[in-house]
């Protein structure tokens, strides 16, 4: 099974300024990876898909990007509202697998 | 609206079975994959399993294989997650989520409420 390494386990930054969280996986899965955003009491919400592409109505300062098996999730200035939980998963191989999430907290 | 409505909450006994349900509406239902994720309290997310409704092609993730069955009711648009004998380690928030049309190499794009599942002596 493929495993999904998210860093940092958390991750403390202030409003407005940008956050980088990062996934990794312990074998290809290619372009095959989504990041999703859970609030407390909240199901996860799907932010970006084959890596890098972004999902309809969710707001353009989240961007998804890859360099081999590193998957990076950039919140260019963060909102209120963006503090959460993020997960990575990979869709390219069974059993599908999440990562253990970050949870971005304010700082 | 495309939606996925589960089913409510359980309280269940060790060694009792539950099926809980996960309904489409607003898409063809058979048309997309639906995957089963678990939640266990303050921690993340586990992806169990998926199925087609069009034809109930069925993949497991090895964690979960033969603990539970997942299937579907395609004349209904439902879709199921079930225990023959549950576990006290079963409790846990269950999630639905649509992933992907006719290939579920897609992210979960539709995700239903949610089920919590809480079993006790």
């Known amino acids: 099974e493929i495993v999904m390494t998210q860093s940092p386990a958390t991750l403390s930054v202030s409003p407005g300024e940008r956050a980088t969280l990062s996934c990794r996986a312990s074998?290809?899965?290619?372009?095959?990876l989504a990041w999703y955003q859970q609030k407390p009491g909240q199901p996860p919400r799907l932010l970006i898909y084959?890596?890098?592409s972004g999902v309809t109505g969710i707001p353009a300062r989240f961007s998804g990007s890859r360099s081999g098996t590193e998957f990076t999730l950039t919140i260019s200035s963060l909102q209120s509202e963006d503090f959460a939980v993020y997960y990575c998963?990979?869709?390219?191989?069974?059993?599908?697998?999440f990562g253990q999430g970050t949870k971005l907290e304010i700082k | 609206e495309v939606q996925l409505v589960q089913s409510g909450a359980e309280v269940k006994k060790p060694g009792e079975s539950l099926k809980i349900s996960c309904k489409g509406s607003?898409?063809?239902?058979?048309?997309?994959?639906i995957g089963w994720v678990r939640q266990m309290p303050g921690k993340g997310l586990e992806w169990m399993g998926i199925?087609?409704?069009?034809?109930?092609?069925?993949r497991y993730s090895p964690s979960f294989q033969g603990q539970v069955t997942i299937s579907a009711d395609k004349s209904i648009n439902t879709a199921f997650l079930q225990w023959r004998s549950l576990k006290a380690s079963d409790t846990a928030m269950y999630y639905c989520?649509?992933?992907?049309?006719?290939?579920?190499?897609?992210?979960?794009?539709?995700w239903g409420q949610g089920t919590p599942v809480t079993v006790s002596s």
């Open positions: 989520a649509r992933q992907g049309y006719s290939t579920p190499f897609y992210g979960m794009d539709v």
């Open positions: 607003g898409y063809s239902f058979t048309s997309y994959w």
């Open positions: 199925i087609y409704p069009g034809d109930s092609d069925t």
């Open positions: 074998q290809s899965v290619g372009s095959n």
């Open positions: 084959g890596a890098s």
């Open positions: 998963q990979q869709y390219n191989t069974w059993p599908f697998t």
